[in-house]
């Protein structure tokens, strides 16, 4: 993965004639608006949240108010507080709204989605990430972008194979640390473990059956 996107670096926006600097969604950033959609989206879902794919949550997104949300979001680490960022949105044309949340919501110029992946605001970080957490803390976690993610579990080879397979190996190396009393900085890389294809397969059975779990 290219520099920029490991650091996730900020892009130049445009917002009512003024330039901003904005960085991709960070995790809190990402789940702010999810959880806002949540609040706003009519029905009840006392155990789930909306995809970010669903036609309600782009109409949403796309309303003023999601608007103003996405300003707030991208500005908001600036000191950019909720009356300014409405009053920003308020200046914004439909390209610089388009140009903000095509910047907010970008991936790596590498990546090639293989049209299994799961829905953002469906993914469940359930036990297998905590060691995640438990190693770099809570707020470090919130801070990364879903790339810094994939490139993290990966071992740095978010694009030589899928994010399934990124994450089934967190899971196995998980597990072997776990075993072994380690920490997740002494669980070592793929490379080191010489991860053969069957054990691969093996990891993703074993993952298949707890993705689901309560942490």
Do not use: H
Request: glycine letters at 8%; charged letters at 30%; proline letters at 6%.
């Amino acid at each position: 993965m290219y520099g920029p996107d490991v650091c996730g670096v900020p892009r130049a926006v445009s917002l009512g004639g003024t330039l901003y600097w904005v960085r991709p969604f960070s995790m809190d950033a990402r789940y702010t608006l999810l959880a806002w959609l949540d609040d706003v989206l009519p029905g009840e879902r006392p155990d789930d949240y909306p995809a970010f794919s669903d036609d309600e949550c782009r109409l949403a997104i796309g309303s003023e108010p999601g608007q103003q949300i996405l300003v707030w979001l991208a500005l908001r680490d600036d000191g950019i507080g909720w009356p300014e960022a409405q009053r920003i949105a308020k200046t914004c044309s439909e390209d610089d709204i388009v140009r903000l949340y095509a910047t907010l919501t970008a991936r790596r110029k590498t990546y090639e989605p293989n049209g299994e992946g799961k829905d953002l605001g469906k993914v469940w970080f359930g036990k297998n990430w905590a060691p995640w957490v438990q190693e770099f803390g809570l707020e470090a976690f919130k801070r990364l972008t879903v790339d810094q993610l994939d490139w993290l579990a990966s071992g740095g080879k978010a694009d030589e194979w899928s994010s399934e397979d990124a994450f089934a190996e967190a899971v196995r190396m998980f597990e072997e640390a776990k075993a072994a009393g380690k920490t997740v900085a002494e669980v070592p890389t793929r490379a080191n473990l010489g991860m053969t294809d069957s054990e691969l397969k093996d990891a993703m059975a074993r993952l298949k059956s707890v993705e689901n779990e309560c942490p």
